[in-house]
């Protein structure tokens, strides 16, 4: 039964463990003996099959970011990314909290604002250009989203982050501000 579950989950002993099963296969004199062994391997699988588990949905999460980010200018939807990756919306919401440690639509609300910071500090476009550019359908909606996560306008924040900018390029070897 154990043969038939190992040969259906496609696991594949290493080098170390086959040699080591044969060995210790052949040292087994009882049946008590057998049972421990029997139990070590199956933990042994199982623990195998986990880290499979664990690496195949890591990649999968880390796809789903590569998607969310060469689309942060549209507004993505849950459902599109699952569509992308060829898994289930439900699955890919249960994932995405539990490996990013933030649910989808949070992560994404960052992402769109890291990215907003970036455009701000370090490009000339205007607020209505980097609102579109991250993915918020209007300025207004996005100066309003900006405003109750930092403070203030996305305006003032330029403003603020360029004389900060301009205080400690004038100040030669001392501790910046």
Known sequence: MLSSYIRDMHYEFGE?????????FKSINNVSDFCDWILELIKSVFTGLNERIENQNSNLIDEAKRYIYSNIE?????????????ISPAYLSRLFKEITGVNFVTYIKELKFERAE????????TIQQIAFEVG????????????????YTPNRFRKQKNILNQINNAVPNSDKL
């Open 136 to 151: 918020f359908n209007t300025p207004a909606y996005f100066i309003q989203q900006f405003k109750a996560k930092y403070g």
């Open 118 to 125: 970036e455009l701000l500090l370090n490009s000339n476009l």
């Open 16 to 24: 170390n463990e086959k040699r080591d099963i044969y060995s210790i």
């Open 74 to 86: 549209k507004d993505i939807s849950l459902d599109e990314v699952a569509e992308h990756i060829n």
